[in-house]
């Protein structure tokens, strides 16, 4: 196995300090077998992304969202006048309560020729006449309600509304301008539902393919800072030019402030190996230097600079600077004033 532990010098010293009981905590640095991930950047894409097209004739009267507005699922975003709907929904409804009447005349007649017959004063015949009569009022009345339905959807369809909010992205049409059935009238997407595509190397295609997990990494504009992935499509050819094969990343949950055509990097698993890893609240910031406050045996405390990898949920992996079972202080703030505090101590004692 490569070893990553490469041991630095220690950037400051304690002086002689007393072995004493520390004032604050420490642990000891731990070897663990982690996910191995290879990182790559993704651009942000949509999943949704609709254009709403008139399913009516008519003249467009209202406009009522510009491109980069958000719509809310529902929302009226174009009317078209509705006076030719309006004279078919009337003409329907005209048509059903006459084919009511039919029906309720063909229903008396059928039972007068009925009885009739019972008494046999009449021919089959008639009784038959009379019973075809009725099915087809009964016909009549429901290839009304039937046009009646569509008249009703039509007017409906006078005010079109957003079928997912949404961000307009294109708007195609503008008041008084007449549009036909099947003409776009305005285009948007949806944040809800986001992915990323990421282009892959072929060196690293089999071992992606393999594990079939990733995380996004969103810089916290989701929970923890990174998101969850969901599906994962893997596209069966590179491209003829770059060699590399494209894989799509949905995202399993939805993550506010992430918009299409952003920069993500996405953690896509390739394996497992042992790493050192420490708390991630241990290690001290110092401009470009980073590190942590390594005790020694006699209980001193020496700051040492370690270069560190990512994060694994609360604790950080450390690639070089440190060596498996060293004791370092959880706390480098405290660390720091007690270190800095005995250095004093000591100046005052040879001064003296």
């Known amino acids: 196995m490569r070893s990553w532990l490469i041991l630095l010098t220690g950037l400051a010293s304690g002086g002689a300090l007393a ?75 005209a048509q059903v309560a006459e084919a009511q009447a039919r029906l309720r005349q063909a229903e008396k007649e059928y039972r007068r020729i009925r009885d009739i017959y019972a008494r046999k004063l009449v021919a089959k015949a008639k009784l038959d006449a009379a019973e075809a009569e009725l099915k087809a009022a009964r016909a009549r009345l429901a290839a009304a309600r039937a046009a009646l339905k569509r008249a009703e959807e039509q007017v409906r369809q006078t005010e079109v509304r957003a079928p997912y909010s949404g961000i307009v992205t294109e708007k195609h049409v503008d008041v008084g301008e007449f549009v036909n059935v099947g003409q776009p009238l305005m285009t948007g997407i949806s944040l809800d539902k986001l992915r990323v595509s990421v282009e892959v190397p072929q060196s690293a295609i089999n071992a992606l393919h393999r594990h079939k997990q990733a995380r996004v990494l969103t810089d916290a504009l989701c929970e923890e800072g990174q998101s969850k992935a969901g599906n994962i499509t893997f596209f069966p050819y590179a491209d003829p030019v770059t060699n590399t094969f494209r894989v799509r990343v949905d995202l399993a949950q939805a993550c506010r402030g992430l918009l299409p055509g952003m920069f993500v990097k996405v953690a896509f698993l390739v394996g497992e190996r042992r790493e050192l890893l420490v708390p991630a609240p241990a290690v001290a910031y110092r401009g470009e230097v980073t590190g942590v406050y390594v005790i020694d045996e006699q209980d001193r405390p020496h700051f040492r600079q370690i270069r560190l990898g990512r994060r694994h949920g609360q604790e950080m992996i450390v690639l070089a600077g440190l060596s498996e079972g060293e004791r370092i202080a959880v706390d480098p703030i405290a660390a720091g004033i007690y270190l800095k505090r005995h250095v004093e101590a000591t100046e005052e004692q040879a001064h003296d």
């Not at 420490?26 to 399913?55: I, W, Y």
């Not at 209202?62 to 174009?78: H, P």
């Open 19 to 93: 072995a004493a009981e520390l004032p604050f905590q420490t642990t000891q640095v731990k070897s663990e077998t982690v996910p191995h991930e290879r990182v790559l950047d993704g651009t942000v894409e949509v999943v949704n992304k609709t254009t709403v097209s008139a399913q009516t004739p008519g003249e467009v009267t209202e406009v009522r969202y510009d491109v980069g507005d958000f719509v809310k699922q529902g929302s009226v975003i174009v009317r078209i006048r509705p006076i030719k709907q309006k004279a078919t929904l009337d003409q329907a409804r």
